[in-house]
């Protein structure tokens, strides 16, 4: 069964500097990865996604994520974190196959940016 | 506006009484799923439909039904509520398994 591990329940980082948010994966065959984030009272919002090609992936407002599939890794970075970073982050994967693959999500990872 | 509409976006209710929660999508999205979530367990999937008439069960199904006789609508039916069952919920659509999904921004169900 696939599965995500977001080891972090809380990443601190101060305004400026680079942050990074962790996620491993555990799944049999090549994965679909994303990034969402979760402001207050809203619904995911997505930030990225790795489906094949080029390791390292750009995505909305700064974020980027290198998959490493040895280490079957895909972390979330920026290079200078904003206040308006702060948030709630999940990671998820999916398994490429027909028929009913759910998107798995990690339990998320509060990512807090302070002045 | 793309968008993922929920409605209603709070509901306290008590147990036993049926409730059903509304999701419409405006993208002409094959694909719409149902989570829900908790603290400290991040999004679970309930319910996935790939198209009209064609649903599947998620991780966490038990106390839920869905319809889709419509593309753009997938309504979540809770038969006979159960205190269980208060969290917080999200609609999804995806044009295609690999896409990113668009969420709704979220019902919050309280059940007593």
């Known amino acids: 069964a696939q599965s995500v591990a977001q080891p972090e329940d809380q990443v601190n980082v101060a305004e400026g500097n680079p942050l990074t948010v962790k996620c491993t994966y555990s799944v049999s065959g090549n994965p679909y990865l994303f990034w969402y984030v979760q402001y207050p009272n809203r619904g995911l919002q997505f930030l990225l996604k790795y489906i094949t090609g080029d390791n390292l992936v750009k995505g909305s407002y700064g974020f980027e994520a290198e998959f490493n599939k040895s280490q079957t890794s895909f972390h979330l970075k920026k290079p200078s974190a904003l206040v308006s970073d702060s948030a709630l982050y999940f990671c998820a994967v999916r398994v490429p196959v027909p028929g009913n693959t759910p998107l798995v999500f990690g339990k998320g990872t509060r990512l807090s940016v302070i002045a | 506006e793309a968008q993922v509409t929920q409605n209603p976006r709070y509901l306290i209710t008590v147990t036993g009484k049926k409730l059903t929660v509304t999701c419409s999508q405006n993208?002409?999205?094959?694909?719409m799923s149902w989570y829900r979530q908790d603290p400290g367990l991040g999004l679970r999937q309930i319910y996935y439909s790939m198209n009209v008439e064609v649903t599947d069960k998620g991780d966490v199904p038990e106390g839920y039904k869905v319809s889709r006789k419509e593309k753009r609508n997938f309504p979540l039916i809770l038969e006979s509520p159960s205190p269980n069952q208060t969290s917080l919920y999200f609609c999804a659509s995806s044009s295609e398994s690999n896409q990113p999904q668009h969420f709704g921004d979220g019902t919050r169900l309280s059940i007593l």
């Open positions: 993208m002409n999205h094959e694909y």
